[in-house]
């Protein structure tokens, strides 16, 4: 039987991020998709502008009624818009799941906010303690943690802060330091562990999105967290470098089976 991966997420009518970008992540690795929208949202491929939030319940009942009829092995959240959902999406998904990977979209790279202060409070108490793994870059891993971070020492407490919150491990994205390499640092089993690439010269949005609903692909074909990590790496990193320009704004990547 086909794995099953679920992505609960934002709209986003460009493609280049949210439920879009991670259905066709699913698809390109193999995995059959579903996906629950959370928010509709008014953006192109230069930045995020208005945000519409489903009414809670009807997001609780999107994801319901899919886990009633499918085994879904992965889920991979994305943009939750509100306290409130956060709140119904813990409540539906709550013992019914082994592997979720929650990515944590605080503000667009346009700088839209996507979650305000009271949310992320409510996120650290109901979904970080659910997860198997938290995705956020060194931005969000800040507001999660309270740590301003300016070395790698930083992300490793950054990292230890936010596993202290119950998450089974938490991988921070340092794709934001101006080095030579892009280098994501993952918190499993009380070790950390590197995972490098070469930095590419290209504005890429969603990202985060692909990265994460990677890393839930191959959890739900079986792999564990460490080699689904890697893996993922390895994926996104050829989907920046195969990146294409189709508006006027950031790149996007077409997630084809040759990336």
Do not use: W
């Amino acid at each position: 039987m086909v794995p099953v991966a679920l992505s609960i997420a934002g709209s986003d009518p460009s493609g280049g991020a949210g439920v879009q970008a991670d259905l066709r992540t699913f698809h390109s690795l193999g995995v059959y998709g579903l996906g629950v929208i959370t928010s509709v949202t008014v953006q192109n491929t230069q930045g995020v502008y208005k945000t519409l939030n489903l009414e809670p319940r009807i997001v609780y009942e999107q994801i319901t009624k899919l886990l009633e009829d499918v085994k879904v092995k992965a889920v991979k959240i994305g943009m939750l818009g509100s306290g409130e959902i956060i709140l119904e999406v813990s409540k539906a998904l709550k013992g019914k799941v082994d592997n979720l990977v929650l990515d944590t979209p605080i503000l667009s790279k346009n700088k839209f906010p996507l979650l305000d202060k009271e949310a992320i409070h409510v996120l650290k108490s109901e979904l970080i303690p659910m997860s198997t793994i938290v995705t956020p870059n060194l931005h969000e891993a800040e507001l999660l943690s309270g740590i301003n971070i300016a070395s790698v020492e930083d992300i490793k407490a950054s990292a230890e802060s936010i596993q202290n919150l119950g998450a089974e491990s938490v991988i921070i994205k340092g794709g934001h330091f101006r080095n030579r390499y892009a280098i994501d640092y993952l918190l499993y089993e009380g070790e950390f562990y590197e995972f490098k690439s070469e930095r590419l010269p290209f504005q890429v949005r969603g990202t985060g999105c692909v990265f994460a609903s990677a890393i839930a692909s191959f959890l739900a074909t079986g792999l564990n967290i460490l080699d689904a990590v890697g893996k993922a790496k390895e994926f996104i990193t050829s989907a920046i470098r195969s990146s294409v320009e189709v508006g006027k704004g950031y790149r996007v990547m077409p997630l084809n089976k040759s990336c």
